[in-house]
Nanobody, 119 residues
Framework: QVQLVESGGALVQSGGSARLPCAASGRFSSDYSMGWYRQFPEKQREFVARITNAGNTAYADSVAGRFTISRDNAKKTVYLQMNSLKPEDTAVYYC?????????????WGQGTQVTVSS
């Protein structure tokens, strides 16, 4: 079992920045890909960014150029640097660890951290 703990949630002004760390523990492997998702009130969770074990990254169109995902395998931590924040970025942000085994993905999730961007 993998445990993920997000932190860094904050109230920031539009145009500001925030950084979300997510620390992994338990049966975590640096082979796992790591990602960030977010959920708006009464909406489904949506993809934000992902980084593979090789360091390849992917972003949702809505955050590309503003958000940066990175990882420190020695610290078992993944980060989401969020710049030029907009009120529409207000959401609960969730960390994800994904293991791929025999062609199937196995996901672990953190508890989420709230980011609120005021206009």
């Amino acid at each position: 079992q993998v445990q993920l703990v997000e932190s860094g949630g904050a109230l920031v002004q539009s145009g500001g920045s925030a950084r979300l760390p997510c620390a992994a523990s338990g049966r975590f492997s640096s082979d796992y890909s790591m990602g960030w998702y977010r959920q708006f009130p009464e909406k489904q969770r949506e993809f934000v960014a992902r980084i593979t074990n090789a360091g390849n990254t992917a972003y949702a169109d809505s955050v590309a150029g503003r958000f940066t995902i990175s990882r420190d395998n020695a610290k078992k931590t993944v980060y989401l640097q969020m710049n030029s924040l907009k009120p529409e970025d207000t959401a609960v942000y969730y960390c994800n660890a994904r293991a791929r085994l025999l062609g199937r993905d196995f996901d672990s999730w953190g508890q989420g951290t709230q980011v609120t961007v005021s206009s």
